[in-house]
């Protein structure tokens, strides 16, 4: 069954496809039009609304705070009554230095505040805070699947994994829309189209 949509789709192949479709014209208009320039990098006021502009053509909620608890495999993310909390103390953690930077990228992550496009989100949202910050952007194509989903799991244990991956894969092509296409191009092929499970509160 897909989610619930304003597309009208009830197959999850075909909503899909139109989410990639849709989300990646987005993304490239939030690059080609200056959009991200105006958002306040590490806040989660730029991460809403990168979500609502990517995903607003498709779903009621984006933008907004999912109200359902989410678990992928045995990882259940930050429970919906804790989440509203968390927000606000990932929104105060410091975002000078690279290492502070992948430990915010890994607790919004692990916060997982939107029912649907998170990935593609928050990375968008990670590169804000690098390209502000040090003046570098991540090239995900240099960021290996198996590598990159694995370091995930294991980040909210350990985050050296994932240090290392992105420290590996950091540009000072901080401008390229090739290289920022590139993460939202590998956005479907680092989720893999995977399927939440979910409690309805």
């Given at each position: ?32 039009n ?69 430990e ?55 985050d ?17 829309r ?24």
């Amino acid at each position: 069954m897909a989610l619930e949509n304003k597309l009208g789709l009830t197959s999850s192949a075909d909503l899909a496809r139109e989410e990639e479709r849709i989300s990646k014209k987005k993304a490239a208009e939030l690059f080609e039009n200056g959009i991200l320039d105006k958002l306040e990098p590490g806040k989660f006021s730029a991460l809403k609304a990168i979500h609502k502009y990517l995903f607003d053509e498709i779903y009621d909620f984006a933008g907004k705070v999912r109200t359902v608890n989410i678990a992928k495999g045995n990882f259940r993310f930050v429970p919906v009554m804790y989440l509203e909390a968390a927000l606000e103390n990932i929104d105060k953690m410091p975002q000078s230095t690279f290492d502070e930077i992948v430990e915010k990228y890994v607790e919004m992550n692990i916060a997982h505040p939107f029912r649907e496009g998170n990935g593609r989100s928050i990375r968008i949202w990670l590169d804000l805070i690098f390209k502000a910050e040090l003046h570098k952007v991540v090239d995900w194509s240099k960021v290996d699947k198996e590598d990159y989903l694995l370091a995930m799991e294991r980040s909210s244990i350990k985050d050296i994994e994932i240090n290392h991956l992105l420290k590996n894969a950091l540009t000072d092509d901080i401008n390229s829309r090739e290289v920022y296409m590139k993460g939202i191009d590998h956005s479907y092929y680092y989720e893999g189209y995977t399927t939440f499970k979910t409690e309805e509160l």
